[in-house]
């Protein structure tokens, strides 16, 4: 099994800064990409931005400038750094990993692993 953990979510102000991460844990056997997804009251979940095990990234048009992808290989982990927050920014943020677990026998299932998703609050 594979855990994804995040933190950093919380209550800030328009203009303010917030540093998420995401730890995943368990029998992973590699991780290939890593990203952050949002979904805000009423609306479907969207990609916020996506990083490979190799550190090519891509974000969503609208965080583009102010947000900022980054994975630690090591650790298993991602962080978004976000800047100049804007109230369209409120959402909950999940994580998600893919790649692969190890399985029985020497081999490695698919993994696509979501995180429990935290909460970001920008408003005054």
């Known amino acids: 099994q594979v855990q994804l953990v995040e933190s950093g979510g919380g209550l800030v102000q328009p203009g303010g800064s917030l540093r998420l991460s995401c730890a995943a844990s368990g029998t992973i056997f590699d991780i290939n990409a890593m990203g952050w997804y949002r979904q805000a009251p009423g609306k479907q979940r969207e990609l916020v931005s996506d990083i490979t095990s190799g550190h090519r990234t891509k974000y969503t048009e609208s965080v583009k400038g102010r947000f900022t992808i980054s994975m630690d290989n090591a650790k298993n982990t991602v962080y978004l750094q976000m800047n100049s927050l804007k109230p369209e920014d409120t959402a909950v943020y999940y994580c998600?990993?893919?790649?692969?677990?190890?399985?029985?026998?020497?081999?490695?299932?698919?993994?696509?692993?979501w995180g429990q998703g935290t909460l970001v609050t920008v408003s005054t």
């Open positions: 998600n990993a893919r790649g692969w677990v190890a399985a029985g026998g020497g081999g490695a299932d698919p993994l696509d692993a």
